[in-house]
């Protein structure tokens, strides 16, 4: 029997949405939570974020107040009346949390990757009415990612959201965490009522960057925004390259331009219909094409395979990885789009091929 997977989320609070995460990285103080958070209480709905326990790396690295900064939390949270989240890493962290009357949980990525960890957290939430954010895994694993999601739901708990806060991929590329919107946005595909959000400063890694992931978040239509403020960022005691001041959190929301999920001027409507309509004529030649390629690549494994010739000829597939490039090159399409859609067809070329030669006769 096929497992029940679709995510039971509470829609009236799901519909609440932008959820919007704005606060440091860690809790350092009283005077820097205040400083903080009396800043930005004036931009509405946010959700006070700060980290307490802090996942860090080395371990002579800040590794957060602990328990002490949940009461600095708790006073904030009373004083300025926003909700205060943080995040949770085990039993006994959510224990704590609960009983400082933390509004808002989140799941570090690092928590994520464990099911374990994950499945100790889940049991230990059953019977809890907040909400709580699962951020993706460090790896891109969107299963792992949707299964921390369904231990979570399982316990209970139906206020629940995703957190894109992209993955280590040890690539050189501009970014701290490389973004993968396409697993947000099949999670978002997968369960179209869970809140999916994305968290800017982890994905980018330096303060110069967030705007722009941020309106990337905004139009390919994520839930909200992580940013971690800090009323004096050169002054954190963790990731203090990618915390916005108060200030400068005001000025990218105020730029950021939040665009319609759809259009109801006609003329949109009909220019949009008609260059749809372009593409799906383009993709069904392009299914019609394929199509007719892996009926040639199934002759040829059949006549490899009665002159007992491998499938794999190095020399063939480098030749024509090197004349498409070339080829898609001038035509003005990236070079890694079309290694990644030509490794694709290879493999299943090769697939087709192997079938045709573990075949009996
Ligand atoms: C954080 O939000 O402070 C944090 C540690 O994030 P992540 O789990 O995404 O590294
Ligand atoms: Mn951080």
């Known amino acids: 029997m096929s497992e029940q997977r679709n ?9 609440q949405k932008p959820f919007h995460f704005f606060g440091p990285c860690s809790a350092e103080s009283p005077e820097q939570l205040e400083a903080t958070a009396k800043e930005l209480v004036q931009i509405e709905g946010n959700i006070f974020r700060a980290g307490v326990w802090k996942p860090r790396t080395r371990p002579d690295s800040f590794q957060g107040i602990g328990e002490e900064a949940l009461r600095w939390l ?3 949270k009373q004083r300025y009346k926003l909700k205060v989240a943080t995040e949770v890493a085990s039993p006994e962290h959510l224990e704590k949390a609960l009983k400082a009357g933390i509004d808002v949980l989140w799941i570090g990525a690092r928590t994520t990757v464990n099911p374990f960890t994950v499945q100790a957290l889940a049991d230990a939430m059953k019977g809890i009415d907040i909400p709580v954010f ?6 891109p694993d969107l299963s792992l990612w949707m299964g921390a999601l369904e231990r979570i739901n399982k316990a209970g708990i139906q206020k629940l959201g995703a957190i894109h806060r992209g993955f280590h991929l040890n690539e050189n590329g501009p970014y701290r965490n490389s973004p993968n919107w396409n697993l947000a946005i099949q999670l978002k595909a997968a ?26 978040a905004l139009d390919l239509d994520m839930d909200g925004l992580m940013i971690e403020t800090h009323y004096q960022p050169e002054k954190a005691l963790s990731d203090k390259e990618q ?30 219909e008609l260059l749809r309509a372009e593409i799906d004529r383009v993709d069904d030649e392009l299914m019609d094409r394929i199509a007719h390629r892996m009926e040639i690549v199934k002759q040829i494994g059949e006549y490899k395979k ?18 498409v490039t070339k080829n898609g090159k001038a035509l003005g ?19 087709q ?3 045709i030669h573990s075949k009996e006769k």
Do not use: Y
């Open 74 to 76: 708790a006073d904030i």
């Open 134 to 139: 699962v951020k993706n895994p460090i790896n």
């Open 243 to 272: 915390q916005l001041t108060p200030k400068q959190l005001k000025e990218t929301l105020a730029a950021l331009v939040q665009k319609k999920t759809s259009c109801a001027n006609q003329e949109f409507l009909n220019q949009l």
């Open 306 to 323: 009665k002159n007992q010739v491998t499938i794999l000829q190095l020399e063939r597939w480098k030749e024509i990885m090197d004349r």
């Open 7 to 15: 995510l039971n989320i509470d829609s009236e609070w799901a519909a």
């Open 333 to 351: 399409v990236e070079s890694d789009f079309i290694q990644a859609f030509f490794n694709a067809i290879h493999d299943e070329s090769i697939r």
């Open 353 to 355: 091929q192997t079938l």
């Open 191 to 216: 369960h179209p009522t869970l809140p999916v959000i994305c968290d800017a400063s982890h994905i980018s890694g330096k303060a110069s960057l967030i705007p722009q992931v941020a309106q990337k």
